[in-house]
């Protein structure tokens, strides 16, 4: 077997060594073989090596040939390390600029969602205007099965393999093997191994069970919904809420259905946002998701929200962490925040380039703010707009 996984990385390095500049499907297919036959292992994989598609050369068959192939990756029933390795390839091929590709990716990445591996988030924020075109009415399905926290027996016999796959495991159920037997004062060694046997089989069952039953649709997802027009979701939309606040839910998980909600006309979970969910925040490194993320002006695209978002934060004396050594006034990082918005901007009121000269930010942020107050019946905003966040 190691001279097998030898050869393969062989060809592999070799391939890379002449193909830096323009990669093609030989020199994919031999990377995922030998990586498959690498972690082709019953002992977990700490990390797994990523595979990059940059400069990549692929036509539509060989795209396919390589979905496939990954897709293979998943229904193997013995080797959880080629799960996660499922999933940070298909993470790598959804930064090809095809369309076509994405929407394969998209495809696969849903149907095995709810895998062991470490999901990559498909981020629903952003200016990219054929978000839409990656999602074909297969995956669009798929996403309320998602909402719906529909489970399949192959998506519990894959964490069942992935529990097995955890020292973890063998320690806590030994734990009670051993409480259980001196309990019982129980010296039979032939049925001292059946107590162990049926110990940890009931255990890793019971927690591959919790572990998938836990597993949700993520908040980005569910805020992509929305960006995807599906109004015949809103109903389970609205159960999903309810029953997060009933059943204590994460909070970002909650506020991701107000939101989507919220996006889909829904007048009181709009309200709620407008007056529980405007706080500009702590700042990066202390976020309890009740805050109002810049970014979600994009996805509103709501002039009330911009404007509440002043009144409410402007005023506030707190500092915002923006580095680990940085932060600014509250003031500052909310300009700072709404200024890409401002379709009508004076020439005069540009924000300084410059985040080292602070004076001039504050003088920046101060006359800002008085221009908006000043103008308030005539500002426009653009939610499309190419402005960046210096902070």
């Known amino acids: 077997m190691k001279k097998i996984i030898l050869f393969f990385m062989c060809i592999v390095l070799s391939h890379n060594f002449y193909g830096q500049q323009e990669r093609d ?30 400069n990549s050369i692929l036509n539509t068959q060989e795209k396919e040939e390589l979905i496939d192939k990954i897709r293979r990756l998943f229904e193997q029933e013995e080797y959880v390390n080629l799960y996660r390795l499922g999933h940070q390839i298909l993470s790598n091929m959804w930064f090809i600029r095809s369309n076509e590709t994405k929407q394969m990716v998209m495809e696969l990445y849903l149907q095995y969602y709810f895998y062991p591996g470490e999901l990559r988030m498909i981020s629903s924020y952003g200016y990219d205007k054929e978000r ?71 255990f890793v069952r019971a927690k591959a069970k919790k572990t998938l039953e836990s597993l949700q649709i993520e908040p980005d997802l569910i805020r992509m919904i929305t960006l995807l027009d599906m109004k ?6 609205k159960q999903n809420l309810q029953s997060c606040i009933e ?46 993320d810049r970014r979600d002006f994009y996805y509103f695209q709501d002039d009330e929200m911009i404007w509440k978002y002043i009144e409410v934060n402007y005023p506030l004396e707190k500092m915002i962490g923006i580095l680990s050594t940085v932060s600014i006034p509250a003031s500052l990082k909310t300009m700072n925040d709404i200024y890409p918005y401002i379709k009508n901007l004076p020439e005069e009121l540009i924000q300084p380039s410059s985040s080292r000269d602070m004076d001039e930010q504050y003088k920046w942020e101060r006359s800002l703010y008085e221009w908006l107050m000043v103008n308030k019946d005539t500002v426009e905003f653009d939610y499309e707009g190419e402005k960046k966040w210096i902070w």
């Not at 015949?232 to 939309?237: G, H, K, T, Y």
């Open 25 to 54: 499907f030989e020199y994919f297919d031999n990377w995922i073989d030998s990586l498959t036959l690498t972690l082709s292992v019953d002992t977990l994989a700490a990390n797994i090596s990523g595979v990059s598609f940059s």
């Open 132 to 202: 839409n075109n990656y999602f074909t009415k297969k995956s669009k399905q798929r996403l309320i099965e998602l909402l719906e926290n529909k489970k399949t027996e192959q998506e519990y016999n894959a964490w069942l393999n992935f529990e097995k796959s955890l020292r973890n495991n063998i320690l806590t159920s030994e734990y009670f093997t051993e409480k259980l037997i001196k309990e019982r004062k129980i010296q039979d060694d032939t049925l001292i191994q059946q107590i162990r046997d049926s110990i940890y089989t009931e």
């Open 247 to 292: 059943n204590g839910c994460q909070p970002i998980i909650i506020k991701a259905y107000r939101y989507a909600l919220a996006r889909f006309g829904d007048k009181e979970q709009r309200q709620y946002i407008l007056d529980n969910l405007m706080d500009v925040g702590s700042g990066s490194l202390n976020r309890d998701y009740t805050y109002f």
């Open 232 to 237: 015949e979701s809103i109903s389970i939309l």
